[in-house]
């Protein structure tokens, strides 16, 4: 069985009112930079740091299909 290495998750503020959908192969590092690198002003803007929801997943397509699928 293979190790997942790749993460689908969401992210939300403090109040529950914005989510933001991702794909990262690291879910730590890139909630880090989520809430500190300046690229990133949507998630910063909205204090978007509350990790609720995680799939993980053996690749990088299955991921990006999931996401996908939830943006929908």
Same mark, same amino acid.
């Given at each position: 069985m293979r190790a997942a290495n790749y993460f689908?998750?969401?992210?939300t503020n403090q109040r529950?009112?914005?989510l933001y959908i991702g794909v990262s192969? $690291?879910?730590e590092r890139r909630r880090t930079e989520h809430?500190?690198?300046?690229?990133y002003h949507f998630t910063r803007r909205c204090n978007a740091n509350k990790l609720i929801y995680a799939?993980?997943?053996p $690749?990088?397509?299955g991921a990006i299909d999931r996401e996908k699928q939830l943006k929908k």
């Open positions: 689908v998750y969401i992210l529950h009112t914005v192969n $690291d879910l809430t500190k690198s300046p690229l799939e993980a997943f $690749d990088r397509a």
